[in-house]
């Protein structure tokens, strides 16, 4: 192998690699993370390619006292049976395939936790850890621009996924969280967001409780065949 064939072979093995191991994470240890560390993931995140370069994101991360602050606030909220205040229309049905990859996940998440079938209290227990931000150190509030429409939050997306392969070259882990969009008024008044500011989602991270049972298992994907069409004539 010629020296640029395998210096392209190690840049895309590095990234499948990113992809491989990130996850969900859904408990943390205690430990913070440094600024330094978190000024890198923000840093590496701000190349993200966005509409008219237009960089719609802006993030809140709240740690120590402003994370508790804020976790016992929505906690309350959440747990009173409030919520459904989105910013952006949540997905109005999961039909078909969507319907059977959101079941094979929570089945997943439930089994792994010894949650039964139906037990809807136990479903909603865990539900309730979003809130919890699931004992992260930190949690970021990311929001856009209300002119930009759905554009501002397709190119915050892109954003929460470079944020996540940063963390994760960094040794963090993260779970992207649009449980907490659902409280999108608590956010604008808790942190005083100008009304032209729309939540898209949160992320909480930190390190990751690699022994904790529910960061054991992870979610499949489909293939490219059942994903893409090429057209050639
Ligand atoms: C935009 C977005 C919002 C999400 N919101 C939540 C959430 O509120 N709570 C949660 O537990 N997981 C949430 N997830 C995590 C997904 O369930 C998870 O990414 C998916 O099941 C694939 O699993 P993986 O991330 O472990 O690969 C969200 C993911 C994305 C991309």
Redesign the pocket.
Known sequence: MDAEVSQTQDRIDVLEELLNE???V?AFLPKEVDRPTIEHVLTTAQRTASWCNSQPWQVIIASGEAKERFRQLIYKEASAGFGDDYDFTPPREYVGIYLERRRE?GFQ?YNTLGIPRGDKMGYAKQ?L??YNF?GAPHVAIIHTDEPLGIYGAIDC?AY??NFMLAAQALGLGT??????ARHSGLIRRHFNLPDDRRV???ISFGYADVAHKVNSY??SRATVADTVTFVEK
């Open positions: 990130r996850y969900s859904r996940s998440l539900a850890e979003n699931f997306g929460v996924s779970i992207p969280q649009a449980a907490l898209v989602c949160g992870r979610t």
